[in-house]
Every structure is written in structure tokens, then in C-alpha cells.
């Protein structure tokens, strides 16, 4: 990683207390999505009855973006600050859609509907099937994630029911609040490598420098607008 050398701390008395600068600050901003100029003029047969399904992603209204620093400590980092999240499965939805966790996160699957539904999974990093289970079912369902990358969660009942674990190996990220902002703290001083991701349009890495102290911001527009 090419982040700058630790700073060592200096004191400073205020009083007769002795305290210590932590040297770590906060990156925050917007993650947009645009798509290609020419995909927003497409008619014709787009109009007709044969393919009214065919709905095209509206990139102004995505959300569910992650950002994070794009690069793996030095040593493993310290176990998870929330061990455990939550996924609800409720109304047939997995809440939240997209769910990003430091490896070794334990996630809890509660079922709040009062029919059966299933949580599986195929992907590499995370293989698992937690069978039928109601919501009277008093058993705990969860799974460990172990492994680094992205899970791709189902129910085998529900087929609109989808929902993504993202496992990574560094503390330092954060999923995007309703307006797509973004905030990650106590980010030691350095020069990283931070990107933003979504499940749908291709990611995008900036690089940014963290201040001892204080805040960076750093926005992205995701997208193949700028791709040939």
C-alpha cells in the first residue's frame, strides 16, 4: 500500500491532562450513476407491446452504492466492530439489498413474513443453503463470512428475492444513505487507493490522500458513460 509513514504523536497539555493526536480523518462524498447519451434517446420497438418488459435502468434513481479503501492491511485487521448484521427478509425482500461486511462478519437471517422462505447461495466466497424456515422457527440462522468477495444471496422460493453480502478485507468502507452520500472515519493519514462499486455498472478508483486530521471529500459518477 502506498500510504504515507506514521506520524508519531506529539503532546500536548491542556491543563494537567496529557493527550494525543490519533492522526486519522474522514473521506466523504457522493457516488452518481450515468449512463451512455445515446441509450437515453432508444425508441422504437422499446415502445411496443413485445417489449414492455424489457424496462431500461433509470441510472438517476440507483442506489446501493459501496466505497472502500481498495487495498488490503499490511497485517489482518482487527475482528469486526458489529460481529453480527442483519439481513430481514420481509414483504418477500431481502433488507438491505446490498449488505457490505469486514471478513470474519457474521450475518443473521430472520424471516418476518408469515410464509416459508430459503437463503442460499453458489458463489465462490461463500457457499451455504439455510434450507425452509417460517418466522415462528426459533432457530438462529446465520452464516460466517470467511472469505473475501462478493455473495450473491437467493431464496429458492422467490425468484425477485436477491440480495448481496460484500465480504471485504478492509475496515475502511461504507454503503451509501438515501442520497447517496457516504462517510468512512478514522481513516489513518495516508494515500489509498478508494473505490466505489455497484452491482450493476462497472466500478470506478480514485486516489486519495487522508489528512492527519479532518476530512477529504471524493465523489464518483459510475457508468459507461466515458467508455468506448
Known amino acids: 500500500m502506498n500510504s504515507l509513514a506514521p506520524v508519531p504523536a506529539l503532546p500536548f497539555v491542556v491543563g494537567l491532562c496529557l493527550a494525543f493526536s490519533t492522526y486519522a480523518g474522514t473521506i466523504v462524498g457522493v457516488v452518481t450513476a450515468k449512463g451512455r447519451a445515446e441509450a437515453e434517446q432508444l425508441g422504437g420497438k422499446y415502445d411496443s407491446r413485445k417489449f414492455k418488459f424489457a424496462e431500461k435502468v433509470n441510472y438517476n434513481e440507483l442506489k446501493d452504492f459501496v466505497v472502500y479503501v481498495d487495498e488490503a492491511p499490511?497485517?489482518?485487521?482487527?475482528?469486526?466492530?458489529?460481529?453480527?448484521?442483519i439481513v430481514t427478509q420481509k414483504d418477500a425482500t431481502f433488507r438491505p439489498h446490498v449488505l457490505p461486511v469486514l471478513v470474519g462478519t457474521t450475518v443473521e437471517w430472520p424471516n418476518r413474513d408469515e410464509i416459508y422462505h430459503n437463503v442460499f447461495s453458489?458463489?465462490?466466497a461463500k457457499e451455504f443453503d439455510l434450507g425452509l424456515y417460517k418466522s415462528d422457527d426459533n432457530a438462529k440462522k446465520t452464516v460466517l463470512f470467511d472469505k473475501p468477495g462478493r455473495v450473491d444471496i437467493f431464496c429458492s422460493i422467490h425468484k425477485e428475492m436477491h440480495c448481496i453480502v460484500l465480504a471485504l478485507e478492509t475496515p475502511y468502507f461504507a454503503a451509501t444513505d438515501a442520497r447517496n452520500r457516504y462517510v468512512i472515519t478514522n481513516v489513518p493519514a495516508g494515500v489509498y487507493k478508494l473505490k466505489a462499486w455497484h452491482e450493476r455498472v462497472p466500478s470506478q478508483v480514485k486516489q486519495v490522500t487522508v489528512p492527519a486530521d479532518g476530512e477529504v471529500r471524493v465523489d464518483f459518477t459510475l457508468g459507461f458513460a466515458n467508455k468506448q
Open 122 to 124: 453458489i458463489s465462490e
Open 74 to 85: 499490511a497485517s489482518a485487521p482487527k475482528p469486526p466492530e458489529k460481529p453480527v448484521q
